[in-house]
């Protein structure tokens, strides 16, 4: 999977309010991939971007190359192969010391199902506890990680900046990790900041609202080290951006 990372108006953003993030935090957001293997790669993506699947064509006009990658509970899972257009017949190449995975595929109006009769058969290609099964959803070509980072870099700073970072938090939440999720909110939050308008950006970030008030801890209840630490960062900025807002509120208006 690819990354998104923090543009340069979030990062003085944090350098401001003294919560620069460190560089895992700042680059390591997770998006849909655009790389391709053939002529055209079909993105699809789990709600949530825990997991990523694409289809490429092939010179064989009736096989689809597909490659599959999902990171559950801190666990990956890699496979890949060819499959029919239909998607009925699909073939995982083998790993060593590997049974054959009964991988399968089934189109949706929505993506592609994956799933398999026998999961200890496909355990050898996963971490322990590693999970591939489920809906992965066709990605809008805006929402790919290429895509969102040329687009925040196009953006800038200027006129029509705020209705693009907009669109692209309405249009690719779905299909994105957590902490991409919470930089496109931030960048929009900065936008409405740089606009003068404060209750806009409080209302960027309200969906962090109960999670700011929490601490450190209780935040990260039952977390692994490394998830803990990326969710302590990212709701550190949020707060330190929420704070900048709530400053500048006019007086009487409401804040949090």
């Not at 990372?5 to 460190?22: D, E, H, V, Y």
């Not at 993105?43 to 689809?64: A, F, H, I, M, P």
């Not at 496979?79 to 995975?101: E, F, I, K, W």
């Not at 929490?214 to 929420?242: F, W």
Request: with cysteine; net charge negative; hydrophobic share 30%.
């Amino acid at each position: 999977m690819g990354t998104i990372r923090f543009t340069t108006a979030l990062l003085a953003i944090a350098a401001a309010t003294s919560c620069a993030p460190n560089p895992t935090q700042a680059e390591g957001l997770t998006g849909a991939s655009s790389r391709s293997t053939g002529e055209t790669t079909h993105v699809y993506v789990t709600q949530g971007g825990w997991g990523e699947l694409l289809l490429s064509e092939t010179r064989k006009n009736d096989l689809l190359r597909f490659e599959l990658h999902s990171n559950s509970s801190g666990y990956e899972c890699r496979m890949s192969g060819t499959t029919n257009r239909s998607l009925q017949s699909t073939h995982v190449d083998p790993a060593p010391g590997t049974s054959h995975c009964p991988l399968t595929m089934h189109r949706t109006e929505r993506g592609i199902e994956l799933d398999t009769s026998t999961p200890d058969a496909c355990a050898a290609y996963c971490g322990h506890n590693g999970s591939f099964k489920g809906l992965y959803l066709s990605v809008d070509p805006m929402c790919t990680e290429g895509s969102i980072q040329k687009t925040l870099e196009r953006a800038g700073t200027g006129k029509g900046q705020l209705g693009t970072i907009r669109t692209m938090t309405e249009r690719c939440v779905e299909t994105l990790p957590y902490s991409s999720v919470a930089a496109l909110r931030l960048e929009l939050a900065a936008a409405h900041d740089r606009e003068g308008d404060q209750a806009n950006c409080l209302a960027a970030l309200s969906p962090y609202a109960a999670d700011v008030a929490k601490s450190n801890d209780e935040l990260t209840q039952g977390m692994a080290g490394a998830a803990a630490e990326e969710i302590t960062g990212i709701m550190d900025v949020v707060r330190k951006m929420m704070d900048r807002c709530e400053r500048k509120l006019p007086p009487g208006s409401v804040g949090r």
